[in-house]
């Protein structure tokens, strides 16, 4: 049974740091590329950052420069660093998986290619 498990969500003030796991099981981690995503209050789920199998990395531009992803197969986990949080970053988030056949290619942003997902943590920055 594959579960992702995210942690290190709460409440923050604009400008502080906070870094999400995703700790996963029950999947071949080391063949998955995995992603952040994201749902803010009324809003749709977002991408934000993904790392994929090869450790190529991508990310939504809002994020970029602020937010780190990286991978430790060791520890089948996957963290999230956001620095200089603002309050639109407020939202909860979302880690998911999917294995990728392909070596060195990069992450997908689409939702629809991630086949497994966490629960979610909340992460609030206020202003």
């Known amino acids: 049974q594959v579960q992702l498990v995210e942690s290190g969500g709460g409440l923050v003030q604009a400008g502080g740091s906070l870094r999400l796991s995703c700790a996963t099981s029950?999947?071949?981690?080391?063949?998955?590329?995995v992603g952040w995503f994201r749902q803010g209050p009324g809003k749709a789920r977002e991408f934000v950052a993904a790392?994929?199998?090869?450790?190529?990395?991508d990310y939504t531009d809002s994020v970029k420069g602020r937010f780190t992803i990286s991978r430790d197969n060791a520890k089948n986990t996957v963290y999230l660093q956001m620095n200089s949080l603002k309050p639109e970053d407020t939202a909860v988030y979302y880690c998911?998986?999917?294995?990728?056949?392909?070596?060195?290619?990069?992450?997908?942003?689409?939702?629809?290619?991630?086949?497994?997902w966490g629960q979610g943590t909340q992460v609030t920055v206020s202003s």
């Open positions: 998911a998986a999917y294995q990728d056949g392909i070596i060195f290619s990069g992450p997908s942003r689409l939702e629809r290619s991630y086949d497994y």
């Open positions: 029950g999947l071949t981690f080391s063949s998955n590329t």
């Open positions: 790392i994929s199998r090869s450790r190529i990395t």
